[in-house]
Structures are given as structure tokens and as C-alpha cells.
């Protein structure tokens, strides 16, 4: 009986370091793939981020190759986050503060 008791606290501690040690692994990912970050860190270097507000309204497809021809010109964005990036611009409303403030 004690050596399964034992054997459960092991297991749970076991579980719970688990738990904690990915933890914070996650919420970095999260925070690399979240599109607004990302807009923010990599569309305003060479132009405003004024020209991004500009051009909202603009449907997935338009933003996927503009946003693709950004990556040409040099914006510093990962292959996979592009169509990540080109859906959410597509979905902002013109005038979206995030951009346009
Ligand atoms: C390396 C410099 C650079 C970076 C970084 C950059 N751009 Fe641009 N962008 C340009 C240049 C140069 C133009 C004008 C020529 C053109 O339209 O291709 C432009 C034009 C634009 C336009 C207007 C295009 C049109 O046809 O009306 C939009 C919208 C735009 N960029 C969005 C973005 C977004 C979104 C990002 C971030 C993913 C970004 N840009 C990052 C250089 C850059």
C-alpha cells in the first residue's frame, strides 16, 4: 500500500514538473505566431504601418502576395506566419487602430 502511494506522489510530481516545463515553451510560441505582433514588428520599418491601414479592406488572397512581396523586398517574416499575417490583415475592419493610430 505505501509503495502505491509513493509510486502516485512520484507519478504526480512527475507530471506537474511536466506541466510547469512546457508551460512557458507555449506561450512563447504563442506569442511568435500572433499575427498582430507580428505586423507590428515587421510592417513598419521601410513605410508606415499608415500604408498597411491603407490597404485594409483588401481580400486574404490580395494580402497573402502583397504581404509575399514584402518577404521579397526583405520584411523580415517566416515563410509559415505569411499566411497567417495576410488572414488577419484581411479580416480587419478600415480604420483598425491598431494600424491606423
Ligand atoms: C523591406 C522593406 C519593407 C518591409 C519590411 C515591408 N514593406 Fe510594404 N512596401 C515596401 C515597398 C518598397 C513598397 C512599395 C512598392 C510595392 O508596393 O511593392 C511597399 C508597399 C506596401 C503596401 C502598398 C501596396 C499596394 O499595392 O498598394 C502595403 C499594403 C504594404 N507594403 C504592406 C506591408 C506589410 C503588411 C508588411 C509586413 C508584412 C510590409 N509592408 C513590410 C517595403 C517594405
Redesign the pocket.
Known sequence: MKTIFSLATWFITVACFMVLTSLPVTSVQAQESDPEAL?LK??G???GLN??C??LGKDATWWES??N???K?????KQEDVQA?AEY?SQLEQGAKFVCD
Do not use: D, E, I, W
Open positions: 505586423v515587421s510592417c520599418t521601410c513605410h500604408r498597411v491603407k490597404a502583397t504581404v512581396r514584402m518577404v523586398r526583405g520584411a523580415k517574416l499575417v490583415l
